[in-house]
């Protein structure tokens, strides 16, 4: 037990504090977008640097402002409850929970969903890399989070308060246009959705992971993602995939196109890695979709609850026993063996990364090398493959236990 009392409260509350608390914050170099300016200036086009070099006048100045909010409103409770609810806009949850609403019945949910969060993870994971903006500096601030992985990304925008904003906007429309659930049931259900929003948003500024120049851009990158979402909805809501033979080579092949020509950092950040997965699950969902039109069956489509009753609720059991299959034991090995071993990809990255390693345990954040094609392809048909079993594989097996 240290003698630092807010430390201390971190510590038994068992969220990890990332490096610079722990080193002191010898070193802020250890996290992407803290180098001088002459660093990025000479690895970014005239246009970009620029950009760049404005919007640091509000990143620059912004730990100070943010430790003063910490020290006045932190808790012994808050220090727990925010980072555990931060999970709520990790990758892992949505693997696991954007398949409930298909599995109660409700695809079209998901599928929105599924758009609005997979570009706007897309859209501010490319603006962070674009921009290379740092997060808050710690200390002063003092961050407390569950991920170190977390850590190492650039700040703006937030992906956090993209998810956050397009999921929430996402209900709140759906809960306003519902003509089925009563007054105050909708006021509930509204209420429900804005603490959820609340909780993402505030608790990226109270864990010290973000700046309002982070939050701001998100949100709106979130707005974007879901209007877009709408918009497109409405334009193309007679459009039938199954139609088309091309379409599933077309979904594979803007996916792949997307994600290849993304725009490189400057210093190595992680988040890349999210949009490969969240990208390659819309496709996996495009593709599906157009074969569960093909088949044409309603076996195919899982019931509500106003016809299976209570047994619906044993579906999320065997749906994530199927998911957590897939993930965790079936794609990696099948994947990949496909890759190397079919189509004799390989990782073209072996040189470089070996450099990397070498400096890797150091102080300093080491420069981007780049992605293994190899390990794009790969992530990608491996997350693809989840829609593909939510979708086509579930039911079937939801039907061998009566429960479809």
Same mark, same amino acid.
């Given at each position: 037990? @240290?003698?630092?009392?807010?430390?201390?409260?971190?510590?038994?509350?068992?969220?990890?504090?990332?490096?610079?608390?722990? =080193?002191?914050?010898?070193?802020?170099?250890?996290?992407?977008?803290?180098?001088?300016?002459?660093?990025?200036?000479?690895?970014?086009?005239?246009?970009?640097?620029?950009?760049?070099?404005?919007?640091?006048?509000?990143?620059?100045?912004?730990?100070?402002?943010?430790?003063?909010?910490?020290?006045?409103?932190?808790?012994?409770?808050?220090?727990? *409850?925010?980072?555990? =609810? $931060?999970?709520?806009?990790?990758?892992?949850?949505?693997?696991? *929970?954007?398949?409930?609403?298909?599995?109660?019945? %409700?695809?079209?949910?998901?599928?929105?969903?599924?758009?609005?969060?997979?570009?706007?993870?897309?859209?501010?994971?490319?603006? /962070?890399?674009?921009?290379?903006?740092?997060?808050?500096?710690?200390?002063?601030?003092?961050?407390?989070?569950?991920?170190?992985?977390?850590?190492?990304?650039?700040?703006?925008?937030?992906?956090?308060? $993209?998810?956050? =904003?397009?999921?929430?906007?996402?209900?709140?429309?759906?809960?306003?246009?519902?003509?089925?659930?009563?007054?105050?049931? /909708?006021?509930?259900?509204?209420?429900?959705?804005?603490?959820?929003?609340?909780?993402?948003?505030?608790?990226?500024?109270?864990?010290?992971?973000?700046?309002?120049?982070?939050?701001?851009?998100?949100?709106?990158?979130?707005?974007?993602?879901?209007?877009?979402?709408?918009?497109?909805?409405?334009?193309?809501?007679?459009?039938?995939?199954?139609? %088309?033979?091309?379409?599933?080579?077309?979904?594979?092949?803007?996916?792949?196109?997307?994600?290849?020509?993304?725009?490189?950092?400057?210093?190595?950040?992680?988040?890349? &890695?999210?949009?490969?997965?969240?990208?390659?699950?819309?496709?996996?969902? &495009?593709?599906?979709?157009?074969?569960?039109?093909?088949?044409?069956?309603?076996?195919?489509?899982?019931?509500?609850?106003?016809?299976?009753?209570?047994?619906?609720?044993?579906?999320?059991?065997?749906?994530? $026993?199927?998911?957590?299959?897939?993930?965790?034991?079936?794609?990696?090995?099948?994947?990949?063996?496909?890759?190397?071993?079919?189509?004799?990809?390989?990782?073209?990255?072996?040189?470089?990364?070996?450099?990397?390693?070498?400096? /890797?345990?150091?102080?300093?954040?080491?420069?981007?090398?780049?992605? $293994?094609?190899?390990?794009?392809?790969?992530?990608?048909?491996?997350?693809?493959?989840?829609?593909? @079993?939510?979708?086509?594989?579930?039911?079937?097996?939801?039907?061998?236990?009566?429960?479809?």
């Amino acid at each position: 037990m @240290t003698t630092q009392g807010s430390v201390e409260v971190i510590q038994e509350a068992t969220p990890i504090l990332s490096h610079e608390v722990q =080193t002191k914050g010898e070193n802020v170099l250890i996290n992407p977008g803290n180098h001088p300016a002459d660093h990025f200036k000479s690895r970014m086009s005239a246009t970009r640097f620029q950009i760049r070099q404005y919007l640091t006048r509000f990143t620059d100045t912004q730990s100070e402002t943010l430790r003063d909010w910490q020290e006045t409103y932190r808790t012994g409770f808050g220090d727990v *409850f925010f980072p555990y =609810t $931060a999970l709520m806009g990790a990758h892992t949850f949505y693997v696991i *929970f954007l398949p409930m609403p298909i599995w109660f019945g %409700y695809h079209e949910l998901t599928r929105d969903m599924v758009y609005i969060l997979a570009y706007s993870i897309y859209l501010s994971g490319y603006l /962070k890399d674009y921009l290379c903006l740092p997060r808050p500096k710690s200390p002063p601030v003092r961050r407390i989070t569950l991920s170190k992985y977390t850590a190492k990304e650039y700040g703006a925008p937030s992906s956090h308060s $993209a998810n956050a =904003t397009g999921v929430s906007m996402l209900f709140f429309w759906r809960i306003l246009q519902s003509k089925d659930l009563p007054s105050m049931m /909708k006021l509930g259900l509204l209420g429900i959705v804005s603490i959820y929003y609340l909780t993402l948003v505030v608790g990226r500024v109270y864990c010290g992971m973000h700046g309002m120049l982070d939050l701001i851009s998100g949100s709106a990158v979130g707005a974007i993602c879901f209007l877009s979402r709408i918009l497109i909805g409405h334009i193309f809501r007679n459009f039938q995939s199954a139609e %088309y033979l091309w379409f599933p080579i077309i979904s594979i092949a803007w996916g792949l196109f997307i994600l290849f020509y993304h725009i490189r950092p400057v210093d190595e950040c992680p988040c890349f &890695e999210d949009s490969v997965a969240f990208i390659g699950v819309v496709s996996g969902f &495009e593709c599906s979709d157009w074969i569960l039109q093909k088949l044409n069956s309603d076996l195919m489509h899982c019931t509500k609850y106003s016809i299976m009753g209570s047994f619906i609720f044993l579906r999320p059991f065997l749906g994530v $026993a199927c998911v957590t299959l897939w993930k965790s034991v079936v794609s990696k090995p099948l994947v990949y063996n496909f890759l190397t071993q079919i189509l004799h990809l390989h990782d073209d990255r072996k040189e470089k990364q070996l450099q990397h390693d070498k400096v /890797k345990d150091h102080i300093e954040c080491p420069l981007y090398i780049g992605e $293994a094609k190899l390990d794009i392809v790969g992530r990608f048909f491996i997350y693809a493959g989840i829609p593909f @079993t939510v979708i086509l594989i579930c039911p079937i097996i939801f039907s061998l236990f009566h429960v479809m």
